[in-house]
């Protein structure tokens, strides 16, 4: 059979920097893919699974994904193995070593969630599974510590696999000291991390209603309770059906926002929430709350109020900035727009305001361009969207706010600019273009010529593909750095190509492949031969 070539790109990014032409695998790993030799499709993935968990430079994230294969898709396949138990057994450690480890959480919940639904499988099976069992759930108990944030995030999935009636035995002991531990750690990191009662004390105050007695329902007491009952529960694996998981308390905290009857004080709740981490993966929608909600309330705040508002608006936008510009793009267009059209002094002192706010609270540049081992283009993510943003703000504007169109055409000049022919930055000229530019033509025109709008400037067609395609075509397409080049100019199209061409041109000239390290994919830069 020829072997087919293991879809790993962290294998395949270090094969020329390790030179690995062989790994050493355990025994009891050599024996389950041997057994597995009678069906090449399993085969395939336990070889890979094992080659890849072994491998010096492992991508945990697809040993993790082949290893939930191996054991809910493959169940049925390695019960009938001469040692099932075994075979598992080396599953389940493999398990416990990653989530030992230090990755990503994603990849700890997801081998969290195998886990719980390989005890699902053990307690379903009609064969004596009782040590199979036992392991596992000693593996899952013995990996907390490590992993304690995952296991906090997974309380629903412990409540809905653990907590059954049919298991007994060691396995009903270990499960149910499982179920305390999560369910308690969970429960004390959200009442030390939420703490609502010392937030409405510092926001009193600025509330418009009193809410003293509302809180209640989230604060110290509220997770005294339940730590209480699940001490004082003597059948836990009942029990732990009427307590509240991660994600219910989650929700809760963002259904208590529509407790506040008045916008502004439902903003600031919910400015509150992006504080909290337990709130980390509803951020997108929580800032989505916020954009909403300030649309409302700059509809309905009175103009007295708007000038303090504005500021204290960016004092809140300054706090999230690092972790959730996307979402604080999105409200300084909403904010940007609404007061735009709400100030019709002849002074225009509100926008005013909001223009000198928003100059200060800076310009996302493009930053280092670089390329991942995806081979495509990596910059700043947030660059082309505040660009878009300001624009939007600009051409709302019957009187096109002169400061704004000033610090924008600085700002690409400093700190350049990055556009792919995909973004269709075209439309975006164009509607500048129809906006009221009569009186400050000449800016607008300053504005426009940095913007790359056509296709060749851009780098999706031009001289560029020619002279790219004629070096590729002198290594005969040997050279993985010629080849990557080319296919960046043709695929990627973006306007850095002009400069990342000179630079390989450069390479060859100098003989010198240190410079070139931060800009190109692991396996590219190990590719580089300056001898041959």
């Known amino acids: 059979m020829i072997k087919k070539e293991i879809q790993s790109g962290a294998l395949q990014a270090n094969l020329e920097q390790t030179r690995t032409d062989k790994l050493v695998i355990p025994i009891d790993y050599q024996c389950i893919i041997d057994f597995s030799a009678s069906h090449p499709g399993i085969l395939e993935r336990t070889r890979e699974c094992v080659e890849e968990y072994f491998h010096p430079f492992s991508n945990r994230e697809v040993v993790v994904s082949l290893l939930r294969q191996l054991l809910l898709s493959d169940f049925w396949f390695f019960s009938a193995a001469p040692d099932p138990v075994r075979f598992r057994q080396r599953f389940c450690d493999m398990a416990g070593t990653i989530l030992g480890e230090k990755v990503d959480e994603s990849i700890k919940i997801n081998l969290l969630r195998t886990l719980l639904e390989f005890v699902d499988k053990l307690l379903a099976d009609d064969a004596d599974t009782g040590a199979e069992l036992v392991y596992a759930l000693e593996v899952i108990a013995n990996k907390q510590d490590a992993a304690s944030h995952a296991y906090m995030y997974c309380t629903n999935w412990f409540s809905k ?120 993966h509803l951020y997108t929608r929580l800032l989505g709350d916020i954009n909403r909600l300030l649309k409302n309330l700059l509809t309905t705040l009175p103009s007295t109020r708007l000038d303090g508002f504005i500021q204290e608006l960016f004092e809140l936008f300054e706090e999230f900035r690092e972790h959730h510009m996307d979402g604080i793009l ?90 792919n022919d995909t973004d269709l930055f075209q439309r975006d000229i164009t509607k500048i273009l129809n906006s009221n530019i009569a009186p400050l033509y000449k800016k607008v025109k300053q504005l426009t010529r940095i913007f790359p709008v056509y296709f060749n400037e851009i780098g999706a067609e031009g001289e560029i593909r020619e002279v790219t395609t004629s070096m590729d075509e002198l290594s005969h397409r040997n050279d993985k750095l010629i080849h990557f080049l080319r296919k960046q100019v043709h695929i990627e199209s973006n306007n850095t190509l002009i400069e990342l061409t000179r630079r390989v041109l450069m390479l060859w000239y100098s003989g010198k492949r240190e410079p070139f390290k931060p800009y190109l994919p692991v396996d590219v830069y190990a590719s580089i031969d300056v001898k041959g």
């Open 330 to 419: 999105d409200c300084i267009q909403t904010a940007g727009v609404e007061i735009i059209r709400r100030d019709d002094s002849e002074n225009r002192w509100l926008v005013n305001q909001f223009e000198k706010r928003l100059i200060q609270f800076g310009f996302e540049t493009p930053g280092l361009a670089y390329v991942g081992k995806d081979w495509k283009t990596h910059i700043n993510p947030n660059h082309l969207k505040n660009i878009r943003v300001w624009l939007e703000i600009i051409e709302s504007s019957a009187v096109i706010p002169e400061k704004l169109l000033a610090a924008l055409i600085v700002n690409l000049r400093l700190g350049g600019i990055y556009i």
């Open 161 to 280: 696999h653990l907590g059954v009636a049919h298991i007994s035995g060691q396995a009903a002991i270990l499960s149910g000291e499982i179920l305390k531990n999560v369910f308690t750690a969970h429960l004390i990191f959200w009442r030390d991390t939420s703490r609502i009662e010392e937030w409405y004390a510092s926001r009193e105050t600025m509330l418009v209603k009193d809410s003293s007695e509302d809180i209640k329902s989230l604060n110290y007491g509220f997770f005294m309770g339940y730590l209480n009952e699940i001490e004082k529960s003597e059948n836990i694996h009942q029990s732990i059906h009427t307590i509240p998981a991660y994600g219910d308390i989650a929700i809760e905290f963002r259904r208590f926002a529509q407790t506040f009857s008045d916008f502004s004080d439902r903003f600031y709740y919910t400015f509150y929430l992006l504080h909290l981490p337990g709130m980390a």
